[in-house]
């Protein structure tokens, strides 16, 4: 049974940081043959793509409104995925998602019905 456990969420003031990790267990395939996403739902949102990693050693990618703040890395011997948020605003606060799938093409990565195995989610709260 695939299961992906996002941590690193939490309460934050304006203009701090936190760093969010994705750990896959259960998967078929060596973990860099998934790429891995980040998406976020804010209250009253439809969930929306943050970030992703391309599987075997592949670009990352970007929402235009977190580049230059976020960036996205892999540890696939950890079978784990970091998405390093800076500078953040209270606009970013959300529940943080991270997906994974074997069969995505590079302009399918911010497409939610790509992924195939999604993890429950850590909340991300910052304050002014």
């Known amino acids: 049974q695939v299961q992906l456990v996002e941590s690193g969420g939490g309460l934050v003031q304006n203009g701090g940081s936190l760093r969010l990790s994705c750990t896959a267990s259960g998967l078929t395939y060596t973990f860099s043959r998934y790429s891995v996403g980040w998406f976020r739902q804010a209250p009253g949102k439809e969930r929306e793509f943050v970030a992703a990693?391309?599987?075997?050693?592949?670009?990352?990618y970007y929402t235009d409104s977190v580049k230059g703040r976020f960036t996205i890395s892999r540890d696939n011997a950890k079978n784990t995925v970091y998405l390093q948020m800076n500078s953040l605003k209270p606009e970013d606060a959300a529940v943080y998602y991270c997906?994974?799938?074997?069969?995505?093409?590079?302009?399918?990565?911010?497409?939610?019905?790509?992924?195939?195995?999604w993890g429950q989610g850590t909340q991300v709260s910052v304050f002014s």
């Open positions: 997906a994974a799938g074997s069969r995505l093409i590079t302009s399918s990565l911010p497409s939610q019905r790509a992924y195939d195995y």
């Open positions: 990693s391309k599987s075997n050693g592949g670009s990352t």
